[in-house]
């Protein structure tokens, strides 16, 4: 059984900073591609920022220079840092993560979301 799961979001004022978690638990050996998206409502999901297992990453247009997307391989986590955070971020951040358990089956799995609000 395996298990992504995202935390960390919260309620933060606007130039603040908030860093996600999705962590990868159970039979895992290790994580592939790793993709934050985020939905704010009445929205479309939309691609936040991506991390290879090589490192390569990828950010929206909108939160370069302020978020930075990282991993542990050691813990089968994935972090999203989030600085100067603005109201226009306020949406549920879903981890979708590539995984690799350790039958060395792969597949890709989805968190719950956890929801960011940027507010004063």
């Known amino acids: 059984q395996v298990q992504v799961v995202e935390s960390g979001g919260g309620l933060v004022q606007p130039g603040g900073s908030l860093r996600l978690s999705c962590a990868a638990s159970?039979?895992?050996?290790?994580?592939?591609?790793v993709v934050w998206y985020r939905q704010a409502p009445g929205s479309q999901r939309e691609l936040v920022a991506a991390?290879?297992?090589?490192?390569?990453?990828n950010y929206a247009d909108s939160v370069k220079g302020r978020f930075t997307i990282s991993r542990d391989n050691a813990k089968n986590t994935v972090y999203l840092q989030m600085n100067s955070l603005k109201p226009e971020d306020t949406a549920v951040y879903y981890c979708?993560?590539?995984?690799?358990?350790?039958?060395?089956?792969?597949?890709?799995?989805w968190g719950q979301g956890t929801q960011v609000t940027v507010s004063s």
């Open positions: 159970g039979s895992v050996l290790s994580l592939n591609v």
């Open positions: 979708n993560a590539e995984v690799v358990t350790t039958t060395k089956v792969t597949f890709r799995s």
């Open positions: 991390l290879t297992s090589g490192g390569a990453t």
